[in-house]
């Protein structure tokens, strides 16, 4: 995950195994504090007149084993930071391709939501026509039944008066 934490092996592990990891690297650095303490031996115990910078001599032998452990330690610790890094690295490239995506899936959802806003106003232009010729049918009805009954009323007038003109002539 990309907020776990890590360690210089790369492996993502909770508070409790950081801090356990941490305590274990402390006492390393203690124990080789210890060996260089070993190391270092006074050349001539009886002797209290030399000065301090000449009492310590490290023993050869000692200080070479001392010297490859640090390097060694060293060398674990520099593998496990290269180790974390590649594992950031990747952490970070990956969250570049999901922000990568990310954008391509916006930019998809960016063209169909102009392409809805054009339906829509082509749907609201062709509600609006289409509500102009309702209206323009609706008078035209009214005006229809107008004009039929118009006719309706001169039939119906014409014939009273041929019926009353027939009356009148026979």
């Not at 031996?41 to 001599?57: G, I, M, Q, V």
């Not at 009323?153 to 009353?164: E, N, P, Y």
Request: charged fraction near 30%; charge should be neutral.
């Amino acid at each position: 995950g990309i907020n776990a934490e890590y360690m210089g092996d790369g492996v993502p592990v909770n508070s409790h195994e950081a801090k356990r990891r941490l305590s274990c690297r402390a006492v390393e650095r203690r124990e080789m504090n210890k060996q260089k303490q070993k190391v270092y031996t006074r050349n001539d115990p009886a002797s209290d007149n030399e000065d301090e910078s000449t009492a310590l001599l490290p023993r050869r032998d000692g200080l070479a084993q001392v010297q490859q452990h640090e390097i060694s330690y060293n060398d674990q610790l520099l593998r496990e930071r290269e180790q974390g890094l590649r594992a950031i690295h990747e952490d970070v490239v990956t969250v570049h391709e999901i922000f990568k995506d990310i954008a391509v899936l916006v930019q998809e959802q960016g063209e169909q939501l102009e392409l809805v806003g054009d339906h829509i106003e082509t749907a609201c232009t062709r509600t609006q026509a289409g509500t102009a010729e309702l209206r323009k049918a609706a008078e035209s009805r009214k005006s229809g039944r107008k004009r039929y009954l118009c006719m309706l009323g001169t039939a119906v007038a014409l014939l009273v008066l041929l019926i009353l003109y027939a009356k009148f002539i026979w």
